[in-house]
């Protein structure tokens, strides 16, 4: 949907109290395009490639988000950065990403690359200078109902670099000077549902690798821990509390008797993993997976 939906007004109220601190500082702004940026034939854009008509309205109107994000960002913050990269908020970074980044950038030559890629999947990852944005932005308006973003990413290249009489091997050869891709990519996709209604995104990064799911904390006080629960394999309490390792248990419970919940929070350190679930107690029954 395009416009201040409601769910929009919900997403900008949790955004503003979860994240206080930095929108007041206007280092978090919350854009929303006005419903007249898009083209009164949306829901009627003739199909390319072959989509049908609700994924060619969701790809259009995609291609147009990403271009106003670019336009916003020309009009209002040109002032506030040298660089752009396009991130999406359903993604997992390699520790010190941001580091990475700029030793990266540090050890390119200045005058060669256009974009820096630090991510194979979609639009997510792709560094620009702000100073080229218009050229995405005009690109992008122009053929915005024809493809998808990241195929005229790739169009942006071919039109920008490559030699008429010269397609191919040489083209690609060019176009890989101006196209740099650091190995391993340092963004993971972990969404699966896609704002486009029933469309299941399974697309990872091959060689992004398996992050750490333990962070160790070595600054508890010393105690002595104790639990009538079964350790499971070797992850006692005693080792979660010292910060070596974490508590795993199963096949026992905690029994909280004659508590009226309201609501509840489960904080966890860790990324749930396939097969993990929790079984509440109430009436009706309930089970977090």
Known sequence: EIGVTKFA????????????????????????????????????????????????????????????????????????????????????????????IKDFMSNQQADKWYMLEFSTLGFIGKLFRSRDLPQIIDFILMFYRLKPVDWLLHLIFMVRYCHLEKFGKECQKVVNERRIRLKPSLFQHIGVHSSLTGKVQKLKEKDFGKQPLHKPHKDNPAAQVYTSLKVYQKFTLDDAYNGESFFWEMGEFFALQKLIFSFFFIFAGLIPQPGDWAMFNFTPPIRLD
């Open 9 to 100: 007004k919900q997403l900008a109220k949790s955004l503003k109290s979860e994240f206080r601190s930095v929108v007041d500082e206007g280092l978090l702004e919350i854009i929303i395009p006005n419903p007249t940026f898009y083209p009164p034939d949306l829901d009627r854009i003739e199909p390319t490639l072959g989509d049908s008509a609700d994924r060619m309205k969701w790809r259009t109107k995609q291609n147009l988000d990403f271009a106003y994000l670019m336009m916003y960002l020309m009009m209002y913050c040109q002032n506030r950065g040298t660089f752009y990269i396009q991130l999406e908020d359903d993604v997992i970074t390699k520790p010190n990403y941001l580091k990475t």
